[in-house]
């Protein structure tokens, strides 16, 4: 599972870093940019609950460093915009 997380960190890394330099470009990239806020927001929880899972009960110890990261985590997939709606303003601009 590990390395298949990885994997989708890179790729994910990738998209955000090939958006970022069309954008400084200037071309549009308001789809592209909801795109990485749905992937990387649930990204972010899915990597979570495996780290959660390799570090069994002590993942949910409060004061570790893992309890405090799965906690910020899921965040993520709230903050700058909920996942549904960064999905409705992707599904916009495919046409």
Known sequence: RLAMRSAQVEA???????????????????KEVSMIKALCGTLVNEVMYDCLQFHG?????????????ARDARVQAIGGGATEVMLEEIAKRLI
Do not use: K, L, P, S
């Not at 994910?12 to 308001?30: M, P």
């Not at 009960?57 to 990261?69: K, L, Q, V, Y």
């Open 12 to 30: 994910a890394r990738t998209f955000v870093y090939n958006t970022a330099w069309r954008d400084a470009q200037g071309q549009q990239v308001i």
């Open 57 to 69: 009960g002590m993942g949910f110890i409060r004061e570790t460093a893992i309890e405090r990261m």
